[in-house]
């Protein structure tokens, strides 16, 4: 059974763009609006996804992730930025196998 998902689950990820963009309104008035856009080659997997959060009031928060992934290792990259403009970064690194 666990076969049969995980094969379901990789062929549907491989059926998914590569770009998307969504935008969420919120019942106040605030909204999410949310790209993604992923590149494959020689044997690595980049994505970058961008969010940008807009209050009722017009205040603006951003958060920012750039994936990168190869064999044996996926490092990611975050940027938060606040609405007061302060910005904060956090980087995290996997790794698997030998």
Known sequence: ???RFLAFS???ASALPAISDVTISGNNGGTIEKSRDC???DQMVQCQ???IFTSANGEVATKSRLRT???G???AEI???GPDGNTRTR???ITWGN
Do not use: F, H, N, P
């Open 69 to 71: 992934t190869v064999a």
């Open 49 to 51: 996804t961008d969010t």
């Open 79 to 81: 940027i938060l930025t």
């Open 1 to 3: 059974m666990q076969t």
């Open 91 to 93: 980087k995290r690194l």
């Open 73 to 75: 290792a996926s490092e």
């Open 39 to 41: 590149s494959r080659g």
């Open 10 to 12: 990789i062929l549907l």
